[in-house]
């Protein structure tokens, strides 16, 4: 897969241009390829994440002592028996984010063979898997689990293709190969000068394998290439299919599994089901580094709405902060232990010149107390480095956060409000500031006085930037007295549900007379209108017509400084609200429901074949678009009407929705606004209500968005940084308008030092190129997360854009071996009667002399107390005592890089040998999609396997461990290759080949 190395840029350049078409017109993200029922990486990675996602939520149920039914392997249902419902749409954003990261490896990464396991270049796709769970376990230790789920879906891949690419599965192993996800040999890979094929019988090629591979359990992949000029070793397999050029050449036919048409298609689905056993493998091992409920915050799923605070610290904003002090405690001990009780605390306090530190906390008590701890300090010139602490707070709160902008001046930095904005868009998050001071004066303290003395008012310019950025955002810019934050604070965080969803939002600077239309179906309550302005007035009509005034019966209302909020009481049907006011203002009306959406910009294929690839930044202007959106919450609810609706103004563009099946809809549109929009989708909720119109809904995305007609693409090849060492990260700008110099900026969230091109000279439609240096700190962290922002500025800035990398800090890893855990005792007085008898047991846990050392042990199985103490060796001692009731336990043993052991101990009759549970490669496992039956076992540990809802049978295995067993399962009626579908008009191969013979 290794492109022509003929040393000139632009033949370079013009492949990789060549290559992208290709891999999009050949949908290798695509749907509804063709008929047929193969799996795609898509299917795979969703199965392994929600069965495992599930035996997570099983083992803490069971460690509180709670039942637990094992639910069906969908993201509502599992999210339903985890108890955290309400977080479905977080729970579905990180898995479309694994999985999308997973197919773009087919595209960043197309000529590299180990990505795919190709070319027998297996070690070095080892490799690639292992230090890729080296960022992810040390993303996960320091809570950056955005960095964590996009290295995560890059080395899925990778998992998948060994078994699709490689003779794993043809050398009858129906288990995966445990040692690829280990820093341990894979396998005798087969030597260069080693035959492994032969040619195929005709079109049949399911023995052109060679027999002495097999019987030798060699392990070998199949090459793979475009070039017409290509070649391989003697000998040696191919991967196959219509565009591999190494096809035709002897040992004539392929090898790999994609799909059910490929070469050997006969065993796509064993290769499938193997690989979701693999990939359940590996997030196990995430797992276990990471900590049940680490796991469960890296794929979204928590209880109630993160609780983010960006707080101005200076001297003036002494009483604000008591008063944040005082609203915190209260909300903090409203929620906790309810179904709203905050997933995560993020404090981010700034001033001038300082920003930070980041505080990060699942702990209320500690984000108390770090809260509590801040004092008022310095001041004097007014503007603060507000933007500062809100672009760290965006880049640290998960997407579709809510985050509160506490201050009383203006930002110093507001060179920063487009790297903001691009971080709302991107993130979806919501900003509301709160803005106190308003009549204008900044008390003075005494280090004010040292200065120069003087009052400063907030600009009017200052004012308009936060009400840009709560629009854009879809929050609200609540300017109020010092003693009204209090009450302003209150009622923008009553409503703190995961399970918040927008029905309406509009803003408008020139206040004018309008009417506007909002639809409440049958699963919304709680709904409230909030509106933002000075001397707005309202008229409120309900669904039966009824008009309804201040005061009304149907609705309690606060008002507090600009900020007036109605509560209404529910009515489902369609409400009319007519706004009368001269002066700017803001509408929203939001409610909770588990009926709303996703959506992201896409890039259709052109050809028959179809398929997308997602737009990760602003969507092109003047030209037309399509929208991918998910709808969740409820099987029976269907998406009819979408549309961009006008931000400020009452345009809007209707799109044409075609459904994709699984809650996804591909929208089209013949052009997107030329000013910012929001995404308003309509529908009906069939679900047997009596009333026609309670089944329609509404929901509309909070961000504002807007088109561009510039493109920035950044290089994210690699996403490391090494600490101490400089990193270049290379990007390229094009423009559809007019050309000339277009401003660079580049900002990242923990001011590492940068370096980059200040402008850049462009002309339409041909790309500039330039680089961005950043170096990380030698003593930052392993683990830290660094978004890096590059952004394009067109001349006299009417226009831009941007593109965001989240890169991850990490120190080299050496330490590749697991701790030991070592018997010491183990005792028991267990009686026919358990509930009146305990058993014990005593473990020792160390780490290799060159280790890291033991950073944790923690229960996987066992409802009995865990000691752990520290001895002066430094060695861990573990003690347990447990009830005979609860027979059995797993510890789990990490060291500070991540590496791990699964201890397992039992008092069951006739067992009382301990059992570490080191996985290792199985072989000569046959599994069918039935429960299991007739099972022989040897050396085998049995702890913490699950029978629900599938498993194996007539198996039998040697030296195999049986972590939470995985779903055998069939695939879609949807027909992607497993990897890459090369399939499309000669007329295109033509036109690839001559040009990778320049």
Known sequence: MHPHQDGVKTSVMFVSAVLFFLVWQTGVHGFDISEGASFTHQDITEKAILNVTAHVCRSLALAEGKSFTFPSLTTSDVAAACEVSKSCKSFINAIQTVTNENKQT???????????????KIAEGQKLITDGLSVVKAANDEQNFASATLSLGRILHTVQD???????????HHLPNSNLIRNTSVGKIAAITRATCRNCDGEDCRNNILEDVIEEQILTSGYFSLSPFSSKPAGKCSHGGFWDRTEGIEPIGGINKDSNTSEHGHLHNLAANVAIRATSELLEDVRSSAGDRGFLQMMGLFKGKPLCFSMDTTGSMGDDIETVKNATSSIIDSKVGTEDEPSVYILVPFNDPDFGPLIRTTDPEVFKRHINSLTPRGGGDAPEMSLSGLQLALTAAPPNSEIYVFTDAAAKDEHLKNTVIALIEQTKSVVNFMITDVLGLRRRTQADNNQQ?????????????????????????????????????????ESTSSSQIVLLQAARNLGIGENFTFAVDDSTQNVRIYITGVSVGFTLINPSGVTNTTGSSTFSSQLVGNLQTLQLKTETGVWEIRMESGNPY?????????????????????????????IQNRPTAGQNASLLVTLFGSDSATVTEVMLVESSGSGQVNGTVKAQGGGEYIVRFNRIPSVEFVVLVKGQNNNGVSKASSGIFQRQSATSLRASGLTVTADDLDRVLEPGTPRSVSFSVMTTGEGGSFTIRATNDQGF????????QLDPGVSANGSVSITAPADTPSGTGVTLTIEAVAPGGADSNYDVLRLTVLSKVTDFTPPVCQLLSLQSNCSDNCSRSTWELSVQVTDAANGTGVDSVSLREGSGTLNISTAADKTTLVSYVASCCSPDVQLVAVDQVGN???CSYSVRANVTQAVTTSPVITSNVTTSPVTTSNVTTSNV?????????????????????????????????????????LCFGFSVLSFLLHSLSL
Not at 465 to 472: G, N, P, S
Not at 753 to 760: D, E, G, H, N, W
Request: proline residues 3%; charged residues 15%; negative net charge.
């Open 106 to 120: 087919d595209f960043v990464y197309f000529w590299s063979p180990p990505h795919h396991c190709d070319n027998e």
């Open 162 to 172: 060994f078994y699709s690419h490689t003779n794993w599965v043809e050398m009858d």
């Open 453 to 493: 003395q003087q009052s400063v008012r907030m600009s009017r310019a200052g004012g308009q930037l936060y009400r840009d950025l709560a629009q854009a955002s879809g929050g609200q810019a609540v300017e109020v007295t010092k003693g009204q934050l209090l009450e302003a604070i209150n009622i923008l965080t």
């Open 586 to 614: 803001s509408l929203k009306v939001v409610g909770e429901s588990s009926i709303d959406f996703l959506f992201d910009f896409i890039e259709e294929s052109s050809s028959r074949f179809g398929g997308y690839s997602l």
């Open 753 to 760: 030092t940068l370096s980059f091109p200040s402008s850049l």
């Open 900 to 902: 791990m052991e699964i």
């Open 941 to 981: 540990t049995t702890s913490n396997v699950t029978t629900s809802p599938v498993t194996t049978s007539n198996v039998t295995t040697s030296n195999v461990t049986t972590s939470p067993v995985t779903t055998a399962v069939t695939a879609s009626s949807t027909r992607v290759d497993f990897s890459v579908s």
